[in-house]
């Protein structure tokens, strides 16, 4: 990669090292990039069959659509409050909930707030499932067990959250300073007064940080979780797409923007009060 | 301040955290609010462990093991969807994104690019894909241009910021021996970013997995497709077979991406080393 110029009029000549070989690595990736593409967009094998004709054809059906959605109908205003009310509700349960629960498991689940090894790796297992299942699948699931409603969309939003708040969180742990921790043992603490006291105190603004950020997907997600009936701002966003109201529609997606941001705002300077 | 610390050695005065008070009841009320105001029983919370052990049993005791090829084709379907949805996002975003990096672009095309990534992040992307199915259909082509333009809004984002936290140093010098435009990309730039890009592109790919699972809700195929359909057929055991799966080929593919990811970002020498600070 480095091609550095031959220092030029050097005294005697030195040595210039060889070129080092990258074309074989080079061709290697490309090869592998290649042939996954083609795999994948091979229909006879399960891939996705890329259809460029229906675009040239069909294009302006996707044109007339963004058209209505940059006139935003605001007259359908009224009908959100209470329902992005709801969603509101809902991110905040949800956060807090997780928020408590992210306690214990990111101590549990990083290295040196919890040395005993097993223990840790099953913690960590048992995030790693939980992270692998996509927020909808859990509200799909929920909502045919437990019913319609803001409870299966509250437990998914709780399950989303712990899944990437105690990931962070406990990276924040394993790469905070050791020493205090250090110090603490060697003051004869226990574990658990090493946790409270060194490990807690140095990462709470990595975890409000993470929980903000946690709120401001959770107003994101549940705009679609009310798709598979699990509440919030989502169900009307599915009621204005089977009426073809895509003025509607955007006007629904403008005020979840807002929120989101008017959030994002609020974490912003929580995060420089906590510095 | 140090005149004071002269004179009286008195204990400090106690800080007056009244802001900190305020903020922490306003926010505690603020939950409790939600709390109170959210329409749940919250005693069928108590049901629901024995909710769990019941469909748990039902779809894991006895998973529909015969599904498991369609379930394999399905899900290969979905991460080829994530593949040309990541592939095509990414060779849009970086196209887009280097233009509105400062430094690169001018101002009139920069707040423009950046106007329009922040309109795609904010439209979910079933939003996307709903506008999208009118072009092509249910297919799961639809899903794969879904994720590339639902993914444009992060990921040229990512790019610009990349481009722009790059040291400065290896431009200038690039520019100081004498390099025009086009050296300056190519010697001065892209050595500094492409290995983090990759490393987002591959990212892109990850999350890309997980969201084709969600836009299969909407019908265009894949595994998500499937187990909607099985879940509102309530045939809990494939619906178990189905989960196992998107689990472990998601842990499987994180597992290697991020394997990959680290090899690039710290290269063959730091294999194995414990990260220092």
């Keep these: 990669m480095t091609q550095a110029p031959a220092s030029s009029v050097a005294k005697a000549a030195p040595q210039v090292p060889p070129k080092p070989r990258t074309w074989p690595r080079t061709l290697g990736i490309v090869a592998v990039l290649a042939v996954l593409t083609a795999l994948t967009a091979t229909p006879a094998l399960g891939g996705v069959e890329i259809d460029l004709g229906a675009i040239a054809k069909n294009w302006t059906n996707g044109a007339d659509r963004i058209g209505k959605m940059l006139t935003p109908d605001l007259s359908v205003l009224p009908r959100t409050w209470q329902p992005l009310l709801e969603t509101l509700q809902m991110a905040v349960v949800g956060a807090a909930i997780s928020a408590a629960l992210a306690i214990p498991l990111s101590l549990w689940a990083a290295r040196p707030t919890n040395p005993n090894a097993p223990f840790r790796a099953a913690v960590r297992f048992v995030l790693n499932v939980i992270r692998a299942v996509p927020d909808l699948v859990y509200a799909t699931i929920l909502v045919a067990m437990v019913g319609v409603g803001a409870l299966p969309g509250v437990i998914t939003l709780v399950l989303f959250d712990i899944g990437i708040v105690v990931k962070l969180v406990s990276e924040a742990i394993d790469s905070a300073d050791a020493a205090y921790m250090e110090a603490g043992r060697a003051a004869g603490g226990t574990q658990s007064q090493i946790n409270r006291l060194t490990a807690l105190p140095q990462t709470w603004p990595a975890y409000v940080s993470q929980v903000m950020y946690s709120l401001e997907l959770n107003v994101r997600i549940s705009a679609i979780l009310g798709l598979v009936g699990a509440g919030g701002i989502g169900r009307l966003i599915d009621e204005m797409r089977g009426f073809y109201r895509y003025d509607a529609l955007s006007t629904i997606v403008l005020e979840i923007l807002i929120v989101v941001v008017l959030i994002e705002l609020a974490s912003n300077v929580l995060r420089k009060r906590l510095r | ?277």
């Design chain 2, 1 to 277: 301040m140090t005149a004071l610390a002269v004179r009286a050695p008195a204990a400090p005065p106690k800080p007056r955290r009244l802001a900190v008070k305020v903020a922490s009841w306003t926010v505690a009320a603020v939950v409790l609010g939600a709390f109170a105001g959210l329409d749940i029983d919250w005693e069928e919370l108590r049901e629901l462990p024995g909710d769990l052990v019941h469909y748990g049993t039902l779809m894991f005791s006895d998973p529909d093991w015969s599904m498991l090829p369609e379930a394999l084709l399905q899900t290969w379907r979905s991460v080829s969807m994530a593949w040309l949805g990541a592939l095509l996002g990414v060779v849009l975003s970086t196209l887009l994104g280097i233009p509105a990096a400062e430094g690169v672009g001018p101002l009139w095309l920069r707040l423009p690019l950046r106007g329009l990534f922040a309109v795609i992040r904010a439209v979910p992307e079933v939003v996307i894909a709903i506008i999208i199915l009118t072009v092509t259909g249910l297919t799961p082509f639809t899903g794969a241009l879904a994720l590339a333009i639902g993914g444009i809004g992060t990921h040229a984002k990512w790019t610009y910021e990349t481009i722009e936290s790059a040291p400065g140093g290896v431009v200038e010098a690039v520019r100081a021996s004498g390099g025009g435009l086009s050296e300056t990309v190519r010697w001065g730039l892209w050595p500094v970013v492409s290995p983090e890009l990759a490393s987002l592109a591959l990212y892109r790919f990850e999350i890309n997995v997980r969201t084709s699972a969600i836009l299969g809700l909407i019908g265009v195929g894949g595994i998500g497709d499937m187990l909607t359909t099985y879940t509102q057929h309530r045939q809990w055991d494939t619906v178990g077979v189905l989960i196992i799966v998107v689990i472990v080929v998601t842990m499987s593919i994180d597992a290697i991406s991020g394997a990959i990811r680290r090899r690039i970002m710290e290269g063959a020498k730091a294999r194995g080393v414990e990260r220092s600070s």
